[in-house]
């Protein structure tokens, strides 16, 4: 019988423990008298960094008085089971919009505010058929025009003929998808082949990568893959540099940080859409009336310093950030 009664004492000690910094949170709210807009992020890199710092300017420039609401942003450190958490307090604390940038945190939204009245913008979710089962969401969708990366590609390279090495996080729901739009926009190239690895442990990253330096492809290219990128200075130009590989990037940030080149986004661009249709639902309306802003017009960059000295062509019409 005592035993019985400890473990229902510890049971209930484990439960308020649960439950004490969601209800600690709400009343934290309710004392700053002001509404709540809840952003989580899936991690940190810089074309999400730039989907945030978009996000906000979409606000302000839709006439939201960001004073006047407490901004609740939190960073999910490139782990799903994290966002859900952050979600579900979120939700808990009833915000009055959830802004979840990229794929996996914007799953975890729409999860978290399924049975509730909340609100969800995603941001630069790349397949948005995954949201398409949700309710009460809306948001914008980062889509990779990979005929573009493919032109560019082939004319820094001098040559069609390629092997192309491509990671991709298991964890990204929508790499699958960018993965196959790949192969099709490389099917117009005969003699071009796609290597593609998926890693499931960020720290087999670098397994992954001298695999495919082995299998001596010509170059690789990154896909709207945020797991992958968030390792892109630690784990794979390092590499690449050494075996005098090209890395392709899929925005402009990556290009900046090392890549090659890349026919890309604004992620500015992506956010501000995202903003603009937080600061509808803000106003009134509702997010199933908002439609999805699709972001796909690429601009064309290199880094002349990484082109030089790997040897390569500069693109006649790209912008040169390195």
Known sequence: MKNTNITKTICTLAAITLVLPLLLA?????????????????????SLNNCYDGIMEGLREAGINIDDYK?????????????????????????????????????????????????????AVTDSSVMANYKNTTGSS????????????????????????????????????????????????????????????INTIDTHVNKLIG?????????????????LSTNILPATDEAGIPVFGSEIEQVKKGCAASASIDYITVGKSAGIAAAKIL????????????????????????IDRLGLKKPADASDVG
């Open 71 to 123: 901004i609740e942003y939190m960073n999910s450190n490139f782990d799903p089971n994290v966002s859900q958490t952050q979600c579900s307090r979120l939700v808990n604390e009833r915000a009055s919009v959830i802004i979840a940038i990229a794929t996996p945190s914007a799953i975890a939204a729409a999860n978290a505010a399924a049975d509730s009245d909340v609100p969800v913008v995603y941001c």
């Open 142 to 201: 980062d889509i990779p025009n990979f005929e573009k990366q493919l032109e560019l590609i082939t004319a820094v390279m001098g040559k069609t003929e390629l092997n192309i090495g491509v990671l991709y996080s298991t964890e990204e729901s929508s790499s699958p998808f960018q993965l196959e739009k790949l192969k099709e926009a490389a099917s117009a190239y005969p003699g071009m082949k796609i290597s593609d690895r998926a890693v499931a442990d």
């Open 26 to 46: 709400a009343l934290t709210s309710c004392a700053s008298g002001k509404k709540i807009i809840g952003i989580v992020q899936f991690g940190s890199h810089e």
């Open 215 to 231: 299998e001596k492809v010509d170059c690789f290219l990154n896909l709207l893959d945020n797991t992958i990128v968030g390792k």
């Open 283 to 306: 106003s009134g309306e509702s997010a199933s009336s908002i439609p999805v802003a699709v972001i796909s017009d690429p601009a064309v960059f290199c880094n002349g310093k990484v």
